[in-house]
């Protein structure tokens, strides 16, 4: 994919390659890097400590055995560099790429600068089923455009092809970010607040078997056979759990946006800016994000274990005890929806060794448990 974005070229701007020990890898030009930086989303701290230096201290020798620096002369694949410059009408614009999770649905991102500003930010790929996940995401950002959900989140700029004659996709969003924008890590009013919003302006009332929510239960029972069999049955025991909870009558769901983490939104002038809405779905139960949210801390960010995460679950409930209702039960449901989620886009490859798998399969027999006395 990275033939399609850059070309090494000694007349092209100067940028710094370097890379994590997660196999992320990100593309700087040096000019204006504290703006071109804000690509970069670290989590851990070694990892802001590098946001924050590596501006200044880029050309010190040892940082190529710290964290792999290289430099090299770029520029932007020239079809590509069209699009981009039609799409955000600025032919001026420096850019910087991340070249994506490695995952089944690694993607390159490239952020659009000019200056100090940040223009917008653009994803790419020529795979079918990440061209899928662009058009979902554009439908969702429009759809929650057309509720009233406007001021958070990214408007839809571009999502087509590069060129008529090339396989490339892109999606082109707006952003609000800045320099001065903020990620925090721990949950605050904001998000709350961000979260109420989308449901007032987004709930619906349906059959719980027409729901979305519905249809990822559906789809992890047609292949609960993927799972080893102690977990097959801790599974179907949750599900039933939930079916019963719902039973057939009619619920007011709303949308769900499936990734909300502190590196998919930051804060500006105090408003919070969600995006990355690719897993979005319109009819979940509601508020399901926050589990999500503390969920990922747990795991990614703070590396708990399975018991930790359950007491560090139980530790922040006080954040939205006004918010949700039966909140162990949503969180049972939360489990199951990610597991539906990982079957699919895993083709049901899970791994079972894999830590997270390790922590959902113990929490969900805790929540069952729970249930039972």
């Not at 929510?213 to 056979?225: H, V, W, Y």
């Not at 049955?233 to 009619?250: M, P």
Request: with cysteine.
């Amino acid at each position: 994919m990275s033939k399609n974005i850059f070309e090494i070229n000694p007349k092209g701007e100067k940028f710094i390659r370097f890379s994590n020990t997660d196999g992320k890898s990100w593309m700087m030009p040096i000019k204006n890097m504290r703006t071109t930086m804000n690509l970069y989303q670290p989590s851990g701290i070694k990892g802001k400590l590098i946001k924050l230096l590596l501006p200044y201290i880029y050309w010190i020798p040892f940082l190529n055995k710290v964290i792999h620096v290289e430099f090299l002369n770029i520029v932007l694949n020239n079809r590509l560099y069209q699009r981009l410059k039609n799409a955000i009408n600025n032919k001026d614009f420096q850019f910087s790429i991340f070249l994506g999770t490695p995952s089944v649905y690694q993607k390159p991102t490239i952020q659009i600068t000019k200056e100090k500003n940040i223009l917008a930010y653009c994803k790419i790929s020529d795979r079918n089923d990440i061209i899928k996940l662009f058009s979902e995401e554009q439908k969702m950002l429009n759809y929650l455009n057309d509720c009233g959900v406007k001021k958070n989140i990214p408007q839809v700029i571009f999502c087509s092809k590069v060129a008529v004659s090339s396989n490339d996709y892109v999606f082109v969003q707006s952003t609000i970010k800045t320099n001065k924008s903020r990620v925090v890590h721990k949950w605050t009013d904001k998000h709350g607040v961000f979260l109420t919003q989308l449901y007032d302006k987004t709930k619906v009332l349906c059959s719980f078997n027409d729901t979305d929510f519905a249809k990822s239960l559906k789809l992890l029972e047609n292949n609960i056979n993927l799972l080893p069999k102690p977990d097959a049955e801790i599974i179907k025991t949750a599900i039933l759990s939930v079916r019963k909870y719902y039973g057939n009558k009619e619920v007011e769901f709303s949308v769900y946006h499936g990734d909300f983490t502190p590196w998919n939104m930051f804060l500006e002038k105090d408003e919070l800016f969600v995006f990355d809405f690719e897993y979005a779905k319109r009819t979940y139960p509601p508020f399901m994000d926050w589990f999500h949210y503390i969920t990922q801390i747990g795991i990614i960010e703070k590396q708990f274990n399975a018991e930790k995460l359950f007491q560090f679950y139980l530790n922040q409930q006080k954040t939205v005890s006004d918010s949700i209702e039966n909140i162990n039960s949503i969180y049972l449901q939360y489990l199951l929806s990610v597991f539906s989620l990982y079957i699919s886009i895993t083709d049901g490859k899970l791994s079972h060794s894999d830590r997270s798998y390790i922590c959902w399969i113990h929490i969900i027999k805790k929540l069952i448990n729970d249930k039972k006395t």
